[in-house]
């Protein structure tokens, strides 16, 4: 009865715009990660991507056991969906209820630290960060201050068929991009007789792979003038950038132009195609499948293409470096602790779980450890040839508003030009990007 | 409910033309099955048979798999267990509550009723997706965020418009002199409403309640907003329990049949009540 | 019980009618749970969304909780002058029209046609009426996602057994003609059981005699069509049609789910621009202003509707 009471009168409170919102406390300097404080009774409440817990979750425990070991706070990690995690993160920050520590991709995180989202940190409080892999701490860096800590990177590498380069008379991994496009010629005549055979398998709004053709002609997505931001798909480099990639694509690749690359694996692993652009481990989901989907622990059945994959770093094509970085929520009770849990979950030994998990480490000190890992060799030197989007606080903005998706898809169908469809994505990255 | 016959009208039609109808209706009904069919189909496949270039049209290796993968997924039976809750909560109260609303809408007289009757239709066409941020923030500061509660107070709000509408036209169905007779006989108005509308709208409240039922089954954006993820329904489960390796579509079309069984089972119960719940709630005048 | 074409009430005794005025506070009494919870729980968020719309609020705003600057009608002049906009309003009505009036038609001929079937065949009818009724909107627009999948789906592999057509990999939504199509005959398919089966359950009203005789009198069955049973229908076909145009002009969950949760522009309706405008570029108060916009529109045409409907509640 009590308890229907207070909701009564909070519902009442409610009603008449009592905005008690959240303490919007002004700027009390970095949060340490080495106090002393004691955590016992308390909580901390921990926000992971699912990735953490359907690959890594031993290393998420082993971090949260020395945590608990060393604090006396217990930790509840919720793990999130990519899908629709940032509307529910929003909505949660609005609140007064948050999340202590969060994960967010790092090419998300700008827009959160740009509005006072997360707290400020002390970046010599964690272990290499004076090797963080910029393309991650970028998005955590304001005006000198850092808000937020990497956690894991994924670089995009080639991964192809030896069974069918082997047919075609081609005994190694492309070494130039020259390379690259006589391997993929040589593919398509070898397995003209089947009509589905893409010799490169790329969906259309892959763009993480076409701006990685952008780059690679020296262009660039947008940078900063001034105080503006200005769209640079249009310049020559970008457009012959993209150019390539349609081409290529076009000759090809037989994806649906409407896909992303979300399901390129499966897709792959169903023989039709020779050669893939991807994340490191989307070899190993391409040659196997968990019996049970929803169980990560299940027994892994090999599809057509077991045991004839191999990746390589894409020739001459700087690979995009996406990953995730964590941060402490500026509303957060426990500020310290958090920063603690961080501390515990980014270190050398974390980072170790990590490697062996087939995740990149958050260091550019740690990439020749994971070169020894033969599953993610390919993809931590491609790690060191790598580039992130602009850094700007409305960049998620971008991604979410589909416009470099729809520019590729225009292009693709040839509703629009590259020249058109460059111009077309530069004015919308204008007006959002400068948005104020 | 008078059922009157619908025997087929008969007269005047052809041999030829009546074949032709009972074709057409047989097509058409398998034509609706069709999607119905693949569903089941797809969710009785092995996973290799699933994603096949070359699919078939029955399962050559049949497995259960795929339901034994929804079920076993941790938060599947929560869902479904939450769910029901949360849909028996909200449709029991806006029932309950407008029953009422409706009783006074469709029994008395008196001033401001047709400002009730222009707000309970007005409101049936405010997008709820517009609110979830105010709605968010005012549920957080109830501490109803996270709560089945929360979402089944929302899902109330939902179905309480239509709830009211559709009673209303049940008890106008009701003859009044019923009402006056019972009086003239000494019956106080409380007993009126207890010993007569109450029973003879009994239909009325079963077929009102499939919609409140479809609807708070069906909803996942403000549940997936407001819960955690222990706290969700099945729907919202089902969007949103994709693996990292993209849709795995087995697992993905057992736990819809899985979701739909309610429902099915919902109307089978009450199937002979549907025609006439729909259509007599909202015509009669 | 009941009758779609009422007959007119008898007018309440003086007694009755004496009774009800002299305790007014019982309907209110009986009204106001109702007028309470709708009052709480959709009257202040619905007028926070009316404020938001006059104000300006971002993400900054929204997490820091300081109160977000007042811009006037800026984001309605913003709305109003753009023409993304327009064009999002012109695709939301023009698929309201077009697959009410597929569904309304379908549904009436599926209602017509149920009447001359065997009665064996009704009951198939009804049955697979009845499961297609109960599958929720999702897993339905899943179903469709999975038929008309590019690599996997069987609509492709069907069309492609055709000889001389080639449809292996065929994207449907990369034509935005086909994508619609797509998505209207999944909006239709869904919609015809409740369509039908109320329209058929409007049908039995129909006094058989009647249209016996008109047979007799040497109408053809559509002249019985057109001159009896579509006017006893009317008010049912008023109404369901009226639902069905409130239903698909929210259209949100469909193109939602077939798109994989990230429309495209010639894909978005105004439910999801709304939702895209707030929730992904955290536009809040545009998209606040883009749902006033789209509850005025509604009005606009439902102003019918709601004088239909009044007109039926203020007899009674």
Known sequence: MKRKIAVAAALAASLFGVAACGGNSSDEGATSANAKVDGTGKTLKVWLMVDAETAWKGVVEDATKRFTEATGAQVKVEYQQWANHLTKLDATLAGSDVPDVVELGNTEFSKYVFNGGFAELNKGDFENSDTWLSGLSGACELDGKTYCVPYYAGARVLIYRTDLFQKAGLTEAPKTYADFLSAADKLQTGNAADKKFSAVYMPGQYWYAAMSWVKSKGGEIAKKDGDKWVGQLSSPQSQEGLQAWVDMVKKYSKADVTKNENEQAGIFSQGSAGMFYGNAWEQGVAEEVRKDPNDPNSELVPTKVKGKLKAAPMPEVPSFLGGSNLGVTQKSQNKELAAQWIKAFTDSKSMEGLIKANALPNSTALLDKAAENPAIAPAALAAKASWFPPNAEKWADVEKGNVLQTMLTDILTGKKSVADGAKWADEQMNSTLNEA | MARHDEGVVTVGRSRTGTFFANTTGIVFGLLMLFPVYWVLNTAFKPDNEVRSFTPTFLPQNPTLDNFKSALGEELFIPAMINGLIITAMAVAAALVVGFLAALAIARFSFYGRKAIILVVLAVQLVPFLALLIPLFLMMQRAQLTDSLIGVALVYLVLLLPYTVWTLRGFISGIPRELDEAAMIDGCSRFQVFWRIILPLTGPGLVATSIYGFIQAWNEFIIINTLNSPEKQNLMAWLLYNQTERGTAWGPLMAGAIITSLPVVIFFLLIQRNIATGLTAGAVKG | ?316
């Open chain 3, 1 to 316: 019980m009941y009758a779609v074409d009422s007959p007119p009430q008898p007018k309440p005794t003086t007694r009755a009618r004496r009774r009800n005025r002299s305790d007014a506070r019982v309907p209110w009494l009986l009204s106001l749970p109702t007028l309470l919870i709708l009052a709480a729980l959709l009257a202040y968020p619905l007028y926070r969304m009316i404020v938001l719309s006059f104000q300006n609020m971002r993400l900054r705003e929204l997490i820091t909780g300081l109160t977000p600057p007042w811009v006037g009608f800026e984001q309605y002049t913003k709305a109003l002058g753009d023409g993304v906009f327009w064009g999002v309003v012109a695709r939301t009505a023009a698929f309201t029209v077009v697959s009410v009036t597929i569904s309304v038609l379908l549904g009436l001929s599926i209602a017509l046609l149920m009447r001359r079937v065997h009665p064996r065949v009704r009951i198939f009818m009804m049955v697979a009426m009845m499961f297609v009724w109960a599958l929720p909107q999702l897993v339905a627009a899943q179903a469709f996602r999975w038929l008309t999948d590019s690599d996997f789906g069987v609509l492709n592999y069907l069309i492609d057994k055709i000889p001389g057509v080639d449809f292996a990999n065929h994207s449907w939504f990369v034509n935005p003609w086909e994508g619609w199509a797509v998505i209207t005959t999944l909006v239709v398919w869904a919609g015809i059981p409740f369509l039908a089966i109320s329209l058929s359950a409007g049908l039995t009203q129909v006094p058989k005699e009647l249209l016996e005789a008109a047979t007799v009198d040497g109408a053809s069955s559509w002249q019985a069509l057109r001159n009896i049973t579509l006017p006893i229908l009317k008010p049912l076909l008023t109404i369901v049609t009226t639902l069905s145009v409130i239903w698909n002009f929210g259209l949100f969950t469909q193109n939602w789910a077939l798109r994989d949760g990230h429309p495209e522009p010639v894909y978005q309706t105004l439910s999801t621009f709304s939702y895209t405008q707030a929730f992904g570029q955290s536009r809040y108060s545009y998209g606040s202003a883009i749902a006033v916009i789209t509850v005025l529109l509604m009005f606009g045409v439902m102003v019918f509707y709601i004088r239909q409907m009044f007109k039926i509640g203020e007899v009674d």
